[in-house]
């Protein structure tokens, strides 16, 4: 089935521990995004990828890194976990935006505590 | 930061109801402004969107209501049902890029009481 899947949907870790969320799409859609979402802060934008092989910071890039070597994927490594990034993460994509206005499709999360 | 403000955090209707979410945003120079819905569990969905050529959009029983010189657009929603229960949010443009990077609004928790 073509969608955006996310995995693992739950995961719970250690401070200090690396962390790899999995995103993979079927779309063939040119952007990916990560997203944290959490209570009083809505979605905030970790990193987004144009293309494989391009990616940048969003809002609140510290403490992750990702990679886009091929355009269906897109981890997000949690390098050195910590509490303050316990959080439901959400990958996204998006078909061309070249004259905007398109949606962005969202996996169904994953929910990562770090004790 | 672009900064979308978006209220208000939470809301109660009865069923039949009409639901109103606000957002506000800062300048922009992007027209692209979508609204999505997410239930429990779920990723956020596209709801609906809206450039700002036009001042309204409507679907079905829900609508998008834009002001431009006030920088402000709403959701409607008509005769609220117990399946629109979810968190609503809005998104505009960052300042300074493109279309799909979007700044989201916090969200509203809508519970439509049957």
């Known amino acids: 089935d073509a969608g955006i899947t996310q995995s693992p949907r739950y995961k719970i870790t250690e401070t200090g521990r690396q962390v790899t969320l999995m995103c993979h799409q079927t779309w063939s859609h040119s952007y990916m995004f990560w997203y944290r979402q959490d209570l009083g802060h809505g979605l905030r934008l970790i990193y987004y990828s144009a293309a494989a092989d391009i990616t940048d910071k969003g809002e609140v890039p510290d403490g992750y890194v990702v990679s886009r070597s091929k355009t269906e994927n897109f981890p997000l490594t949690l390098e050195s976990a910590t509490r303050s990034q316990t959080s439901v993460y959400f990958c996204?994509?998006?078909?061309?935006?070249?004259?905007?206005?398109?949606?962005?499709?969202f996996g169904d999360g994953t929910r990562l505590s770090i004790l | 930061q672009q900064q979308v403000k978006q209220s208000p955090q939470s809301l109660i209707v009865q069923k039949g109801g009409i639901s109103i979410i606000n957002c506000a945003y800062e300048n922009t120079a992007f027209d692209y402004f979508p609204w999505y819905q997410q239930f429990p569990g779920k990723g956020p969905a596209l709801l609906i969107a809206?450039?700002?050529?036009?001042s309204e959009k409507k679907e079905g029983r829900f609508t998008i209501s834009f002001n431009k010189s006030a920088k402000q657009f709403s959701l409607h929603i008509m005769d609220s049902q117990p399946g629109d229960s979810a968190t609503y949010f809005c998104?505009?443009?960052?300042?300074?890029?493109?279309?799909?990077?979007?700044?989201f609004g916090k969200g509203t928790l809508l519970t439509v009481n049957p």
């Open positions: 809206i450039r700002p050529d036009v």
């Open positions: 998104a505009a443009p960052k300042r300074g890029g493109s279309n799909y990077k979007l700044t």
């Open positions: 996204a994509s998006s078909d061309s935006a070249a004259l905007g206005n398109q949606p962005q499709h």
